[in-house]
Structure formats: structure tokens, C-alpha cells
């Protein structure tokens, strides 16, 4: 459990900093124009998170970003260097965005984390900090998705 809840942590902790692949399949295609920033943090999430396309990295996230999960440094090269670890050994994770909201330059992303698909996962919430067109904050909370629940709502 503690090494299923450091590894989603590496995850998600990242900030969404990745590795660049150097795979053809992950060339480097031109960005959409995004009319805000929930709009961005989404179609970064998902090529990151879901598609596994780290290519969108170097033009996304700024070099100097700013991490609040006290398992990782500041900065991109710190998680790019952890995430590319994690996909290779995770490569059917995902985490699915079930709620998505924005205030002024932030985004919050909640989302379902799953290892693989026999994985009950976790629940998480992400923050982001958007500046001139790049993610350049991040804050987490995770939780395990438990097998019962005094109540029957879902976590999402």
C-alpha cells in the first residue's frame, strides 16, 4: 500500500512535468489554440496522463515551476527525469478528469487515478497556476479509493 500510494504520488506529484520522449510517435505536433486555461490544463492532462504523449512537455510547463508536493524538487527536469520512470512502469495508468474548474489563473482538476485496469485507484484534486500560457504551479491531495464506504456515494 505505502509503495501504491508513493507511486501515485510520483504520479500526480509531478506536476505534470514528464520526460520527453524521443519516439516518433510522440513528435512533437503544433498546439490548438486554447481560449483559457482550463481549456490548456485539460488537453495537457490528457496527452500526458491518458495518451502518455509527453512531447507536449518543453512547450506547456515552465523551466522554473514551482512544486508543493514535498516528495519532489521545484523545477521541470525534476519530474521530467521521475514521470518517464513511472510510464514505463505504469504504461496502462491513466487519470480520467471527472470535475474541471477554474478561478482567475487557476485550474483544479479532480480526477480517478488508476495504475492499471484491475486497479481500484485513487481520488485526487490538482491545482494549477497558469502564466502567460504555461503551467508554472502545482498542488495535490490523494486518497485511496476504499473497498467500503459508510455511505453510498462515489468519491466522484
Keep these: 500500500m505505502k509503495l501504491k500510494k508513493t507511486i501515485t504520488a510520483t504520479l500526480l506529484g509531478l506536476g505534470l512535468m514528464t520526460a520527453i520522449s524521443t519516439s516518433p510517435a510522440f513528435a512533437a505536433e503544433k498546439l490548438p489554440a486554447f481560449t483559457d486555461n482550463k481549456q490548456m490544463v485539460e488537453y495537457f492532462w490528457n496527452e500526458v496522463f491518458n495518451k502518455h504523449n509527453t512531447a507536449v512537455i518543453d512547450e506547456m510547463t515552465a523551466h522554473n515551476y514551482i512544486q508543493h508536493n514535498p516528495g519532489f524538487a521545484d523545477g521541470r527536469q525534476s519530474f521530467e527525469d521521475g514521470i518517464e520512470g513511472f510510464l514505463k512502469e505504469f504504461p496502462r495508468s491513466k487519470a480520467v478528469i471527472k470535475h ?38 502545482h498542488w495535490d491531495v490523494i486518497q485511496d479509493i476504499p473497498a467500503t464506504s459508510a455511505n453510498n456515494n462515489t468519491m466522484f
Design 100 to 137: 474541471i474548474g477554474s478561478d482567475g489563473d487557476l485550474v483544479f482538476i479532480h480526477n480517478h487515478i488508476t495504475l492499471n485496469d484491475a486497479d481500484r485507484g485513487q481520488a485526487a484534486v490538482d491545482i494549477f497556476r497558469v502564466k502567460d500560457g504555461k503551467i508554472v504551479e
